[in-house]
Each structure stands twice: as structure tokens, then as C-alpha cells.
């Protein structure tokens, strides 16, 4: 393999408190350490003007395949992955058939493997189909490489059941990730519950329905002592109970989307079934806590959400048209224009939380730049601007709210386990 020099960058890796200028030296697939001028590698990288950071994390993406082929494919999911800058994510089991087994756990990493494009792990059901009824084979599952358990974007909504879930994966070591809401008071819901739902004549889908099911996960992990990481969170009262918890010493954790810190409800005016989401786009205050979560540690991560859907199921009326956007390829621009630029998160603080935060949570040997770690590097591109267009995304779906828009800062380089996987196009 490829002996590889990444010069004049600024180097920044939280997981080492590094906040550096100078060289990034990688051979044999793995990260050699900071280097002099005067090295000699295969092949150099001219990083001036660029931020040299550990390979992105995405905690937990829908990749469609198998079953939902017309949305995304693992292939284009990853693709669009490396050019958001992310080298490695979990794959949710939203799949058909759903990821209840080894067999399709191990399907899902024969593809990735294919794809050759960035890591791929595989995040198994906690439910047989995702159903909510009985346990998955979790030790299977555990054998099959998945490293945390979920039902996707179907919460659980039996209490035994996530108790007996939360009790069973500690054995293993892995985490419990739950979207929490709670099914009656979502049911049939368009957007958060407030005046713009009234003014809109949309059915609201209240904060409450997020915040009762983060304060039960909350009391079943402490009553189990198990790991619960709670996906998406969306509101003010979520942010306060998970302070709460995580200061009272319960294994909790949780992650935001970038388009929660930056798209109110206000944007359902135009009726566009791109800005609807699950859970739903809120109003400012809900955003201010957020960003005050991000900022006091309480919420460790950032991930996209990558929700990818055929142009047939966002093209409808707002009514019928299905939940989620794809994220992936804006994962970087919106958190710089959202939280670096208006002085919310540095970069040291950002690039935490799209790295070593993830990884902690999924138990990854990932997210740094330390010696002999695997070489899983992103230069970004702070600077950059560029409109977004659909015909340069590499996702097979288009759903962004995004589209035609300006945005600033992007991946140039994309390094997976020392090879140069994606350069921007110029």
C-alpha cells in the first residue's frame, strides 16, 4: 500500500485535543503520526487553505437496500457518504427483509465491501420485522458485526420490551438507539404542533409526543443500567431531561440533525414535502436548546439523518408524501453555516461531535488521528461556496430542502483506510 503525506493542513483532532499546523504521515493503511517537511511518501497532498480532520461518523443512515433499491442503494449511499466526508457510518435495518438476523447483517457488509467506498456497520433490529413484539436473534446479530441495536424510525413502544432490549444488549456491550415518540399523538401528524400547524390547517404533532418517550427510556436505562442513546431529538424539554440524566450518572446519550438546528416549522408555509421530517421541524426555541445542548456536552453528536425517498414519494401533496431528507451531502455546509459561523461550536468542538462522539456510542476503533489508528481522514474545505445542484449529488434521491441554495464549506479529500477514495469535483 501507498505511503501517503497530507502537507501544510490544519490539522485538528479532539480526541487528542490537537489543534495544529503541519504534516499528516500514513502508511500501510494507518496513521504514522505529524511529520517534518522533508519526508518522502508515494504520494502527497497539498492540504494549504485546509482543515485536516478525522474521517467523518454518521451514527445511523438509511441505505434502502435490500428492498427499497428505487430510494438508495448501498452504493449510492456511500458514495454520497464520502462526498459529504464521512468514512464511516451505521446502517439502519429499515430494510426489507429488516436486519433481524446474521445473515443480513453480513448481507449489508458484503455490499459495502463491493461498494468499496467508505466502513459500513451494521446496525441490527432490536424487534423480529421491526415490529415491536419479540426480541431479535441479538446474539446473532452481535456475531453477524452489528454494533448497536434499533428499530429505525419505528420507536419501541412497549416498555417491557426495551427493558428487556436494554437488559440484554449490556451483556454485549452495545447500545439501545430509539427514536422517541409517542405513537398516538403522532398518528397522522404533519408538522409540529403550534401556531403554523393552526394557521396551515396541518394535524401538529406536539413536543410531548418526544418528550414522554425520552423520560421513559430515560428511567428504563437507569433502571437497567443499560445504554440508551435517544435519535433525533427535537425539543427543548428533550435537551433538559437528558442533562438531567446524564448528570445523574444513566448511561444516556443523544444526537440532532442539522436541519433541526437551522429549518423552523415556519418553512411547512410553502407547503414543500421536502422540509417534512420526522421528528418535525420545530419552532426557535426549540432550536436555541438544541444549540445550547450542543454547546454544554449535554448532546454528543450530529448526524444527518440520511433518509432518502424516489422523486414519486416527495412529489405528492404534502399529505401524502413520505417523512425524511437526505443529509449526507450536506452534513458539513449546514453545520459551518448553523454553528461555526454565528460562533455557536470552533472547530475543534464541531468536528468532535462528527467523530470521536459517534464512535465512543457505537464502540468504534474510529474518529482519530492518533498513531496507528486506521487512516480515515477529511480535508475540508472551509472557504468554498457553491451552489447546491441535484445533478451533482450522488445520492439516487434528491429530497433536500437544500437544493439551490448557497452553502459554504465542503470535503475536498476523502481518505479511507489510507487510500484516496473522493476529490471534489472543481
Not at 60 to 82: K, N, R
Request: glycine share 8%.
Amino acid at each position: 500500500m501507498k505511503s501517503l503525506l497530507i502537507k501544510n493542513g490544519h490539522i485538528i483532532d479532539p480526541s487528542q485535543d490537537l489543534d495544529v499546523q503541519g504534516n499528516l504521515l500514513v502508511e500501510g493503511g494507518k496513521i504514522t503520526g505529524l511529520c517534518d517537511d522533508d519526508v518522502i511518501a508515494d504520494e502527497v497532498i497539498d492540504a494549504t487553505g485546509l482543515i485536516v480532520s478525522p474521517g467523518f461518523i454518521d451514527l445511523h443512515v438509511s441505505l434502502c437496500e435490500p428492498g427499497f433499491e428505487e430510494d438508495e442503494t448501498i452504493e449510492t449511499g456511500t458514495a454520497a457518504a464520502l462526498a459529504g466526508g464521512v468514512t464511516s457510518l451505521g446502517c439502519l435495518p429499515n430494510t426489507a427483509p429488516v436486519v433481524d438476523d446474521r445473515s443480513s447483517a453480513e448481507f449489508i457488509l458484503l455490499q459495502a465491501e463491493r461498494a468499496s467506498n467508505c466502513h459500513v456497520f451494521p446496525l441490527g433490529a432490536v424487534t423480529k420485522n421491526n415490529e415491536g413484539k419479540e426480541l431479535a436473534e441479538i446474539g446473532q446479530l452481535v456475531a453477524g458485526q452489528a454494533v448497536g441495536f434499533t428499530d429505525a424510525d419505528k420507536p419501541i413502544e412497549s416498555a417491557e420490551i426495551m427493558r428487556c432490549a436494554l437488559e440484554y444488549t449490556r451483556m454485549f456491550g452495545r447500545p439501545i438507539l430509539n427514536r422517541p415518540q409517542v405513537a398516538e399523538l403522532t398518528e397522522k401528524g404533519q408538522m409540529h404542533e403550534g401556531f403554523h400547524s393552526t394557521v396551515l390547517g396541518l394535524k401538529g404533532i406536539p413536543a410531548a409526543a418526544e418528550e414522554i418517550m425520552v423520560n421513559r427510556d430515560i428511567a428504563l436505562a437507569e433502571l437497567t443500567r443499560g445504554r440508551i442513546h435517544l435519535m433525533c431529538i427535537s425539543t427543548q424539554n428533550s435537551v433538559a431531561q437528558i442533562r438531567r440524566a446524564k448528570a445523574s450518572g444513566i448511561q444516556v446519550s443523544a444526537d440532532v440533525t442539522p436541519h433541526h438546528l437551522t429549518l423552523t416549522d415556519q418553512m411547512l408555509e410553502t407547503y414543500d414535502p421536502n422540509y417534512k421530517v420526522l421528528p418535525p421541524l420545530r419552532s426557535q426555541e426549540h432550536i436555541d436548546a438544541l444549540i445550547e445542548g450542543l454547546k454544554d456536552g449535554t448532546i454528543e453528536v450530529i448526524c444527518s439523518d440520511h433518509t432518502p425517498h424516489a422523486a414519486e414519494k416527495k412529489t405528492d401533496e404534502i399529505l401524502g408524501a413520505d417523512f425524511g431528507i437526505i443529509g449526507l451531502e450536506t452534513l458539513l455546509p449546514v453545520c459551518l453555516q448553523t454553528l461555526i459561523t454565528p460562533g455557536h461550536l470552533t472547530w475543534p468542538e464541531l468536528i468532535s461531535k462528527l467523530t470521536i462522539g459517534p464512535a465512543r456510542i457505537l464502540g468504534l476503533a474510529k474518529g482519530t488521528l492518533a498513531p496507528g489508528a486506521d487512516a480515515d481522514i477529511t480535508l475540508i474545505n472551509p472557504e468554498v461556496r457553491y451552489v447546491l445542484q441535484r445533478e451533482n449529488l450522488k445520492s439516487s434521491s434528491h429530497n433536500s430542502p437544500f437544493l439551490g441554495k448557497e452553502l459554504q464549506g465542503r470535503a475536498e479529500v476523502v481518505v479511507v483506510s489510507g487510500e484516496i477514495r473522493y476529490r471534489a469535483d472543481h
